[in-house]
């Protein structure tokens, strides 16, 4: 029988102090980043709430104004002269975000106040926006200010990014979780950069708790009643992520062609904006309805009842991206929502499950799709749906992302390995395009 090798004194003493050493370190990284998250959580999270009413505030206010639809023209002006009074003549939104952690660009401060007031003033007309997207660049924005603001360094600052997006993220959707995770995954796709675990955790929750006492309603969907999980429902799932696949690349398509269109075609800023608006406002007119105006959540509403056309998610898509594409300003994460939630619904009639478990399937498929973020689409079904259907979503969340491909709502997102082997690529949407 062997014996194990005695252990000298002096192997101890230098794994015990290589040991201290390591705690010691870790037990500074704590206190730091928790300093930081609590701060960033409190001070970002205020502004995202303040964000949300304002956004819920300009909903209210068009759904009370009929006449609010004939704003958008006014609204759309204003959000260009804005951002060209600012010295943004081509804002990159989301994009600049992405590429200030995954290459060091600089976020200029001058980007939160501007997208907070072009989004609110997008949603003031009832314009097919949401809100999610428009967080990220507020949140990012000012995680970079405290970054300067506390000296850190330059690796820290991508951290102190992540973690402001993630407290506004919180802030305006209410789901702490996928916002902590979410900062973490869509930056550089199948690479979590896990240093920034604890900052987005921390800020997302003090975040989400801010909003909470400021008064901020949250949407939550629940799907309580869910057929067993047998081996029917398990390729009914997987047939509602292929579909879905499919509209989230069309999606994505129609968003960046609109914008690519719109600037082929009219080289002026105004005029894109001008244009943008009147036909957003003949087609509402044309639809005689306002389910494709605002981000949607009264649409979700619908869809969970089984009350939507078959037209709804198409008519979705294309009100969000000749908005959009046009120079308004907003975010396409709660129009995706819609879109997978009308589609998911109609799919549901087909499928044979009940409308609200399919539209549930449907909002975190494309989800997945577009944000190529699956693991965050998973958190994100459980905190807005509930855990009774999470079989369902983690199969339609898995076909999706898979399916979908290279496809994307940020063209600056990079994808270092391959989605189907295991290989590393470093590529992005555009790249692949030109393949």
């Known amino acids: 029988m062997k014996t194990l090798p005695e252990v000298s004194a002096n192997d101890r003493e230098s794994f015990a102090s290589s040991f201290a050493k390591s705690y010691i370190s870790n037990i500074k990284y704590f206190i730091k980043w928790t300093l930081i998250a609590l701060f960033t959580g409190i001070g970002v999270g205020a502004v995202g709430s303040a964000f ?44 600049l975000v992405i590429s200030s952690i995954s290459s060091g660009e600089e976020i200029d401060i001058k980007m939160a106040p501007l997208i907070f007031i072009s989004t609110v003033l997008t949603h003031i007309g009832g314009g097919s926006a949401g809100r999610e997207g428009a967080a990220l660049q507020l949140g990012g924005s000012l995680g970079n200010f405290i970054s300067k603001l506390v000296k850190l360094d330059s690796k820290d600052r991508n951290v102190a990014v992540m973690c402001g997006m993630s407290a506004c993220f919180a802030a305006v959707f209410g789901t702490p979780l996928t916002a902590a995770i979410f900062c973490m995954e869509f930056i550089s796709i199948g690479i979590m ?9 921390f800020a997302a929750y003090t975040a989400a708790a801010i909003s909470h006492h400021a008064g901020v309603i949250h949407e939550v969907f ?30 994505c398509t129609m968003l960046h062609k609109s914008e690519e269109m719109y600037k082929k075609y009219f080289k002026n800023a105004y005029v894109r904006v001008l244009v943008a608006a009147f036909i957003f406002i003949i087609l509402t007119l044309i639809v005689k309805t306002d389910d494709y105006r605002g981000g949607g959540f009264l649409l979700v509403e619908k869809c969970m009842e089984g009350g939507v056309g078959v037209e709804a998610f198409l008519f979705k898509m294309i009100f969000t991206a000749l908005l959009l594409g046009g120079g308004f300003k907003g ?18 009639m087909f499928l044979g499950i009940s409308p609200n478990l399919g ?22 079904s459980i905190e807005l749906f509930g855990t009774e259907g999470l079989a369902y979503y983690a199969v339609a969340i898995a076909v999706c992302f898979t399916l979908s491909g290279y496809y994307g709502l ?4 990079r994808f270092p390995y391959s989605k189907t082997k ?14």
Not at 423 to 429: A, F, G, L, Q
């Open 52 to 95: 949300a009413l304002s956004v819920s505030a300009a909903g209210v206010f068009w759904h009370t104004c009929k006449w609010a639809l004939f704003l958008l023209p006014v609204t759309g002006l204003i959000i260009v002269l804005i951002y060209r009074l600012a010295g943004a003549y081509n804002p990159r939104g989301t994009n």
């Open 193 to 201: 950069y896990h240093a920034a675990l604890i900052p987005c955790i």
């Open 222 to 251: 629940p799907v309580n009643t869910v057929a067993p999980f047998d081996i029917r429902n398990a390729f009914t799932a997987v047939v509602m992520g292929m579909l879905c696949a499919v509209v989230s690349v069309v999606f």
């Open 331 to 348: 975010g396409e994460i709660v129009p995706t929502f819609t879109v997978g939630a009308a589609f998911g619904c109609i799919c549901s």
């Open 359 to 380: 539209t549930a399937c449907g909002m975190a498929a494309c989800f997945a799709g577009v944000t190529n973020c699956p693991i965050s689409s998973i958190f994100m």
């Open 410 to 413: 940020y063209s600056a997102q």
């Open 422 to 435: 295991a290989i590393y690529i470093n590529s992005n949407y555009e790249e692949f395009e030109k393949k």
